[in-house]
């Protein structure tokens, strides 16, 4: 392969991000729910032929670290590809992370025809976080044994063929869902976004050549792959271990062990030790693991690198089969994509910070706070609400945390309290900066938020939190964040202290009072 151009190589990130950009403005002005729509919960990336990582959007690093799995995957099950094929999947089993992160695949042809012997020049990929698909409570992300309790579970499957809809595999999905309008929109946005990605490819081509933009997609990855390596080379050899708790469902807490191991320009991160996989939903499936070991290396490799393949190449992850981090079936993963994966980034984070102590900050919040209300309006339709609420993040070496934000593997915007008011039976009565919640210290951890909702109907209530037990540690003398807090009010006024994970159905005129954990404090207070 000629070396690459160094001005055209910087053309070149940008046009491809750009491409996957596109595809999540697309994404997000198309879809129906105000999960995507507003919080923007979804991901969108370009990849190769082989399906390694071209570009991918800002969007959310626990999607996008685990979706080369998927692509893997797709690869795997399909032979022929044709012009219009759009691959579906959510098994997290089989490349998907949990049931409501639904995943688009579709290849793309930048041939005028595709023949006998033509392959797919690259494969586009987004994957939306639905606000329901099923299973035992509304929202998706039920305090579940098993994986068939969670919803509705597809294995990779074509929903259009050579661009015909496969309608009976749609009518299949519908029925298992509890907003069937809504999934039927927000997949329709999806596809909006992969036809979208599909011209961009097109007219790159058109106007310089298949050549050259397959050719930079490889220079590109082999250029991320050069800075990740020296990144790592810079970093002290040694071997550093951690160990980080879990609040699991049955009130007791699993341990996360981790030993990063530097090598010249290369890292091993190993899970040896690790609890073995709990009862409950907070297993994480292998993917969801190596996105977080990732994400990590990616944050402390620094800004300038491309973000694609060729970033994980350097990078080993090493995880115990049936554990916490790498889950089998039919164990229930919902809470290891959205909780376990943020611990497993402070675990690694905290056995780095052995090597990087003046670079690795305290620990965030180590939670999404993921809450769930589901029922039906006086109208009779159903609705499903799903929301991640942010926390503090933890304080570094320069600075103090931030306050009131999506931490880690999260990446989303909250829902704006009148486009929630607007599509859902129940009200905001409080939301603000838990104040005094960060962790004391040279520099102080992020504050926590509080946020009261009053339901006007009957509802299901379903919350997967962790970081109820014990605060986010802090680093170097700083004092650990205050733990988050659940609260019930019924209707006549009487409280009730609710634990990390919980599932109530709960009457109309009920409020619930939800205190997210404040960052972990840097250094030694005063």
């Given at each position: ?24 403005a697309?994404l ?13 919960d ?7 032929v ?40 959510n ?8 049931l ?54 597809v ?89 980080d708790?879990?609040e ?16 010249g ?21 292998r993917?969801?693991?190596v ?57 690694v ?14 620990a ?27 926390g ?57 938020l ?29 004092t ?47």
């Amino acid at each position: 392969m000629p070396s690459a151009d160094p001005v055209l190589l910087q053309l070149y990130r940008h046009r491809f991000e750009g491409v996957a950009d596109e595809m999540g403005a697309t994404l997000q002005r198309t879809s129906y729910s105000p999960n995507i729509k507003e919080r923007l919960d979804f991901s969108c990336a370009v990849f190769d032929v082989r399906g390694r990582l071209v570009a991918q959007a800002a969007h959310i690093p626990v999607h996008l670290g685990a979706m080369p799995a998927s692509v893997a995957v797709a690869l795997d099950a399909f032979d022929e590809w044709w012009p219009g094929d759009v691959v579906l999947l959510n098994d997290p089993f089989e490349g998907g992370t949990h049931l409501p992160d639904v995943t688009m695949i579709s290849p793309v042809f930048v041939e005028a025809q595709r023949d006998e012997e033509a392959t797919p020049d690259f494969f586009v990929a987004s994957r939306a976080h639905h606000a329901d698909v099923g299973g035992m409570t509304p929202g998706s992300l039920p305090l579940a044994q098993e994986l068939v309790q969670e919803g509705l579970i597809v294995p990779p499957v074509k929903l259009y063929e050579a661009g015909m809809l496969n309608e009976a595999l749609q009518r299949l999905i519908l029925r298992n869902v509890r907003t069937p309008q809504e999934r039927r929109g927000d997949l329709a946005a999806q596809r909006a976004a992969h036809a979208v990605a599909e011209r961009r490819l097109q007219a790159l081509t058109d106007a310089h050549g298949a050549a050259e933009v397959s050719a930079y997609a490889g220079h590109l990855q082999a250029y991320s792959e050069r800075l990740t390596r020296a990144a790592i080379a810079s970093w002290p050899d040694g071997r550093y271990p951690f160990e980080d708790l879990i609040e699991v469902e049955t009130d007791d807490r699993a341990h996360i062990s981790v030993e990063a191991v530097i090598d010249g320009e290369e890292l091993t991160v190993d899970f040896e030790g690790t609890s073995p996989a709990v009862q409950g939903s907070l297993n994480a499936v292998r993917p969801i693991t190596v996105s977080a070991c990732h994400y990590v290396v990616r944050c402390l490799a620094g800004d300038d690198v491309p973000v694609n393949g060729g970033c994980f190449e350097p990078v080993t992850v090493k995880t115990p089969t049936a554990s916490l981090v790498d889950a089998r079936p039919p164990r229930a993963v919902a809470g290891g994509n959205v909780e376990t994966s943020q611990r497993i980034v402070d675990a690694v984070l905290g056995a780095l910070a052995g090597a990087l102590p003046e670079r690795v900050p305290a620990a965030g919040q180590g939670t999404m706070n993921n809450l769930t209300i589901g029922g039906e309006r006086p109208d009779g339709s159903s609705f499903a609400y799903y929301e991640t609420i942010g926390g503090g993040m933890g304080a570094s070496a320069s600075r103090p945390g931030l306050s009131g934000v999506h931490v880690h593997m999260t990446n989303t915007l909250n829902t704006p309290v009148e486009a929630l008011e607007r599509a859902y039976p129940f009200r905001v009565l409080t939301y603000r900066r838990r104040d005094g919640s960060g962790g004391d210290g040279r520099h102080r951890g992020g504050d926590g938020l509080v946020r009261v909702y009053e339901v006007q109907v009957p509802v299901t209530v379903t919350m997967l939190s962790t970081s109820r037990q014990t605060g986010p540690w802090g680093r170097e003398g700083g004092t650990q964040g205050a733990p988050g807090r659940n609260r019930l009010i019924y209707p006549d006024g009487t409280e009730e202290t609710l634990p990390g994970h919980f599932s109530r159905r709960l009457p109309a005129g009920s409020r619930l009072r939800i205190e997210t954990p404040g960052g972990g404090g840097f250094g030694e207070p005063g």
